[in-house]
């Protein structure tokens, strides 16, 4: 069935879009909150980060898409930047918890 087709751009882009999208996402937490001190610069920049990811997602799929797809597609993505930047709120308190966790027993074996 997909034998004769070859993969194009717009496939490439949804690709995109699906799996590296997240990926990008946390590998900017990561490196954007190496060096912070508090828990509440981890949180906001996790909830930026889950909020501007899947609004800058939308009009990227919105050029590639054709028909009255484009419209449900922009709408969608501006949808789900609500649980998008719950989610990466979350991420960022877990990922402070943990650089402290890891800062506290470094200190514990540390004579």
């Known amino acids: 069935m997909l034998r004769g087709r070859a993969i194009g751009a717009d496939a490439l882009v949804i690709v995109f879009l699906i799996f590296l999208l997240p990926l990008l996402g946390t ?3 990561f490196v ?3 060096d912070t001190a508090g828990p509440i610069l981890c949180i906001v920049t996790g909830f930026t980060i889950g909020l501007a ?13 054709e028909g009255f ?7 969608g993505a501006f949808v789900l930047s609500i649980p998008g930047s719950i989610g990466g709120a979350l991420a960022g308190g ?3 918890r943990a650089k402290t966790a890891e800062k506290s027993q470094s200190e514990r074996m540390t004579p």
Do not use: D, K, M
């Open 53 to 65: 990811l899947p609004v800058i997602g939308g009009p990227c799929l919105f050029v590639v898409t």
């Open 27 to 29: 590998v900017l937490l």
């Open 32 to 34: 954007w909150t190496a």
């Open 69 to 75: 797809e484009r419209a449900a597609g922009l709408f």
């Open 94 to 96: 877990i990922f402070s």
